[in-house]
């Protein structure tokens, strides 16, 4: 499997690159990310490559930088994105501001990614929230405060009907802070109040 491309840029397009190594010209399909970063053609560019090979064809998939190829390979891992659908979601948001929208469970931002509906966006956020490192360069969120067991069992109960994950969070926390007993019953029903 191809790594690695170094080479020189004979064409690029925001999802596009052509590149000449040895005497062959590679078509790369890129993220927007990656096009900014591209010299102008004629330079020497170097890619991160993903090789996604199917049965009527063998797609090169390339990126800037290692982090942005490690969550494109992130995003693939979840059900129902394809290569062509995590190259237009990485086009959608810079790296580090989709990092942080997952991790913050905003999927309003990530539905305004052309092809990305609701469904796909709280199954992004619901399988990559806890795999993704904080977003380099910017300071981690800061820490809230654990859930009990009983929290715990409330947010279940309350994914369990089918809330999203971060407004099921945010109404337990809420119910708490609004000072509603720490036991199962009235936290979960005032939860249940706070998440609709």
Same mark, same amino acid.
């Given at each position: ?69 490690? #969550?494109?390979?992130? $995003?693939? !891992?979840?059900? %129902?994105?394809?290569?062509?659908? *995590?190259?237009?979601? &990485? /086009? ?9 929208a997952i ?24 399988? #990559?929230?806890d795999k $993704?490192? !904080?977003?380099? %360069?910017?300071?981690?969120?800061? *820490?809230?405060?654990? &859930? /009990? ?48």
């Amino acid at each position: 499997m191809i790594a690695v491309l170094r080479g020189l840029l004979l064409e690029k397009h925001p999802n596009q690159a052509i590149v000449e190594a040895g005497g062959v010209g590679y078509d790369v399909h890129i993220p927007i990310s990656t096009f900014t970063h591209l010299p102008e053609a004629g330079a020497e560019v170097r890619l991160r490559i993903y090789t996604h090979v199917r049965e009527d064809a063998l797609l090169l998939y390339g990126f800037s930088s290692q982090d942005e190829k490690n #969550l494109f390979e992130k $995003l693939i !891992a979840v059900s %129902g994105i394809g290569p062509s659908l *995590a190259i237009k979601v &990485l /086009s959608g948001l810079a790296a580090p501001d989709l990092i942080g929208a997952i991790r913050q469970g905003e999927i309003d931002r990530l539905v305004r990614i052309p092809g990305v509906g609701k469904k796909t966006a709280e199954r992004i956020v619901l399988e #990559l929230r806890d795999k $993704l490192p !904080a977003p380099i %360069g910017r300071e981690t969120e800061p *820490a809230r405060p654990a &859930l /009990s067991e009983v929290d715990q069992d409330v947010l279940s109960a309350l994914l369990n009907l089918g809330c999203a994950r971060a407004a099921a969070e945010a109404a337990v926390r809420k119910a708490k802070s609004g000072g509603t007993p720490a036991e199962f019953e009235p936290l979960f029903r005032r939860s249940l109040e706070l998440v609709r």
